[in-house]
């Protein structure tokens, strides 16, 4: 499963960034994304609560624990909790924004009249 976790300028509403994150499930379970969200979800929740590292690393990201913060935190205390939420292998891709392209972008240029 993989999942996409865009950023988007305050003001404007430019995007910013991108992160891919590839999810594989225990037992080969396809997961729709909401649940993959919600299992990754559970497993941050639970170590943030239960764990002293998850701890500091929330109170570390302001209290805004996100994507970016999971893909720098990720430690074998926190991979026990994503395994125990069903996820065995979590991966990270971080998009260059110069790899980025608008949905709207046109893929069509000029077309010519029909003769």
Known sequence: MRLFFIRVQSFGGMLENLMC????????TELNA???YEAIED???KWANETPEGRKAWEDSSED???ADLAT??????R???YKE???EIEFEQADRSQLNYYDQLLVGIVKEKV
């Open 34 to 36: 909401n649940e993959a």
């Open 65 to 67: 624990f996100n994507i």
């Open 43 to 45: 497993a941050c929740t």
């Open 80 to 82: 026990s909790y994503l």
């Open 21 to 28: 994150v590839d999810v594989t499930f225990v037992d080969g």
């Open 73 to 78: 935190e990720i430690c074998p205390t926190l």
């Open 86 to 88: 069903g996820i065995s």
